[in-house]
T-cell receptor, first 112, second 112 residues
Framework: DAGVTQSPTHLIKTRGQQVTLRCSPK?????VSWYQQALGQGPQFIFQ???????QRGNFPDRFSGHQFPNYSSELNVNALLLGDSALYLC???????????FGPGTRLLVL | AQSVTQPDIHITVSEGASLELRCNYSYGATPYLFWYVQSPGQGLQLLLK??????LVQGIKGFEAEFKRSQSSFNLRKPSVHWSDAAEYFC??????????FGAGTTVTVRA
């Protein structure tokens, strides 16, 4: 049973660029959440997708956007990258009415 | 707004000794409570969760946690730690809106 997978594992970008991160949920899960984990901090909720729509959103600017596909996989897009966007981006999957989230290994983004 | 506090930034424990990690939350109702573990450079692994019922919950890897409503706490314990338990531990809280709030984490070092 495959768990949550994310790609790429690492990414280096420069300020002002755009980035797309990808996530495939755990088998049987239909909901995907994204979190940002800055160095030395706990994860911060970005948003959650269910039925291809954004269901919940945290305190992140509109530069952060997402998408969910019919197969439940998801993308996180960040535009106009800032140095402060450097972090580990975690994807978590769950069942639609469950509070329990299972996390992937993350994508480490470095913005130079 | 809910918040999660992990008072101990770093704990060092000898192999074979007991471990207790503290977690306090602020939220009016009983939240959904979780403990996750993160090894260096990895994603988060769910150790255990509490939704309702018996206030002492058992998890994986020999961990347990106790919910105390009167103290707004959900402390994690392990009777005898192994060197492989060295990692960062995060307490997380959900309030039924499908997004988790995390504490800042506690780093556990295990000495031989």
């Amino acid at each position: 049973d495959a768990g949550v997978t994310q790609s790429p594992t690492h990414l280096i970008k420069t300020r002002g660029q755009q980035v797309t991160l990808r996530c495939s949920p755990k088998s049987g899960h239909d909901t995907v959440s994204w979190y940002q984990q800055a160095l030395g901090q706990g994860p911060q909720f970005i948003f959650q997708y269910y039925e291809e729509e954004e269901r919940q959103r945290g305190n992140f600017p509109d530069r952060f956007s997402g998408h969910q596909f019919p197969n439940y996989s998801s993308e996180l897009n960040v535009n106009a990258l800032l140095l402060g966007d450097s972090a580990l981006y975690l994807c978590a999957s769950s069942l639609s009415r469950s509070e329990t989230q299972y996390f992937g290994p993350g994508t480490r983004l470095l913005v130079l | 707004a809910q918040s999660v506090t992990q008072p101990d930034i770093h704990i060092t424990v000898s192999e074979g000794a007991s471990l207790e990690l503290r977690c306090n939350y602020s939220y009016g109702a009983t939240p959904y409570l979780f403990w996750y573990v993160q090894s260096p450079g990895q994603g988060l692994q769910l150790l255990l969760k509490y939704f309702s019922g018996d206030t002492l919950v058992q998890g994986i890897k020999g961990f347990e946690a106790e919910f105390k409503r009167s103290q707004s706490s959900f402390n994690l314990r392990k009777p005898s730690v192994h060197w492989s338990d060295a990692a960062e531990y995060f307490c997380a809280v959900g309030r039924g809106d499908y997004k988790l709030s995390f504490g800042a984490g506690t780093t556990v070092t295990v000495r031989a």
